[in-house]
Structures are given as C-alpha cells and as structure tokens.
C-alpha cells in the first residue's frame, strides 16, 4: 500500500524560507506514471494546488506560487521536497503531499488529480 | 486560470437522503474532473475522477456525471459517514494549473 508522509518544521519565521520533505513508501517515485505533487489548506478554508514534480524533475508550478517556490526529487531517497521562501502568515496551512496520476494532453504527460495524500502537516508563519 | 465555483455552500440532508452537489468551471475543462471528500482532521480522498469514474474502492452509491462546464456529484443514499466536505478539480489547462472549488459541506438535517 502507498504511503506518503510529510516532515519539516512546524513552525516558520516570516521572511523566512519553509521546507518539506515527502518520504513516500510502497512504491516508487520513479514509476513513469506519476507526477508528485504539493497541496495546502489554510485554517477553514479550501485547497491550494502548490506544484507537481516527475521523477525526472520536470516541475509544474502554480502560477500565483512560481516566484516563490522550487519543488525537487531525490530519487535515491524516494523523497520530494518543497521550499517557499519569503513566507508570511498568509502562507499558515496544512500542506499535504499527494501522487497524481498523468494526463495525456497534446503528447504531453501532465498532472492530473491525486489518488494518494499524506496525512499533512501544520506550518504555521509566526515570529 | 480555470475558476471552479462548486454549489451550495452547505447542503443539509437527512441520511437516506439523495445528495447533489454542483461544480461549475469557468471554461470548458472536457471531463478532466475529479471530486474528493473531506473528514475533519483528514487528508482529502479521492471519489471520481474523468468526471465520472469511480475510484477504487469508493461505494456505487456516489456517482458523477457532466462535461464541459457543468459538474454533479450525486450521493444516492446517505449513510453517516458521508457527511463530510466535498471538492471538485479540474485537470484540463496548459500550463498546468491545476485548481479546486471551494466546496460543499454536507451536513446532518
């Protein structure tokens, strides 16, 4: 059974870069079929699609993120990460890690919907 | 970006009850739409995807149907645990953005 599970500090200073890792277990993240992917939630609120990486670290980024965010694999590891710098309290969410399965489009491979979530993780942005 | 305006807010039902929720997007995304349930204190579970496939495991009482820019998930019969928050997403733009509703609760009346 696939598992993912996110890890990082819970609490990030504004200004400051926050980081997450995605250990995933139970299969690959170098199975051709999968993008990788970065969602959040705030407090009460909706789902934010951050950005999805392949195994190849081709990465798809959400366009209101781009600037601020850089997603990458670790193969060897079996791990993908996330950084977004310049945080603020704006940015305090539940962030999920989550494997999408692709979606041919035009003879691209792209990200689709997610079939499998971690359980996510509290960061909150506060000095 | 592709807006997804899922309706009503809230929707109250008795269990036993049907359940229709509605997703509109603000352009045609085909039928590259999925729909998740949401528990408090949970991950969001995948429920349907390509606008009306069944993802493994998910009860035959939840079902989905439409294309283009109209969505509906239908609950056939509520049980207990279906009370929960439900989002669609649509997965049909280049570049990829991929975006949510913002959701129906679903709640005991």
């Known amino acids: 059974q696939l598992q993912l599970q996110e890890s990082g500090p819970g609490l990030v200073k504004p200004s400051e870069t926050l980081s997450l890792t995605c250990t995933v277990s139970?299969?690959?993240?170098?199975?051709?079929?999968?993008?990788w992917g970065w969602i959040r939630q705030p407090p009460g609120k909706g789902l934010e699609w951050i950005g999805s990486i392949y195994y190849s670290g081709s990465t798809y980024y959400n366009p209101s993120l781009k600037s601020r965010v850089t997603i990458s694999v670790d193969t060897s590891k079996n791990q993908f990460s996330l950084k977004l710098s310049s945080v603020t309290a704006a940015d305090t969410a539940v962030y999920y890690c989550?494997?999408?399965?692709?979606?041919?489009?035009?003879?691209?491979?792209?990200?689709?919907?997610?079939?499998?979530w971690g359980q996510g993780t509290l960061v909150t942005v506060s000095s | 970006e592709i807006v997804m305006t899922q309706s009503p807010a809230t929707l109250s039902v008795s269990p036993g009850e049907r359940a229709t929720l509605s997703c509109r997007a603000s352009q045609s995304v085909s039928s590259n739409l999925a729909w998740y349930q949401q528990k408090p204190g949970q991950a969001p579970r995948l429920l349907i995807y390509g606008a009306s496939t069944r993802a493994t495991g998910i009860p035959a009482r939840f079902s989905g149907s439409g294309s283009g820019t109209e969505f509906t998930l239908t609950i056939s019969s509520l049980q207990s645990e279906d009370f929960a928050v439900y989002y669609c997403?649509?997965?049909?733009?280049?570049?990829?953005?991929?975006?949510f509703g913002g959701g129906t609760k679903v709640e005991i009346k």
């Open positions: 989550a494997r999408s399965p692709q979606l041919l489009w035009f003879g691209e491979l792209l990200p689709a919907f997610f079939d499998y």
């Open positions: 997403q649509q997965y049909n733009n280049w570049p990829p953005a991929l975006t």
């Open positions: 139970g299969g690959s993240i170098s199975s051709s079929s999968y993008y």
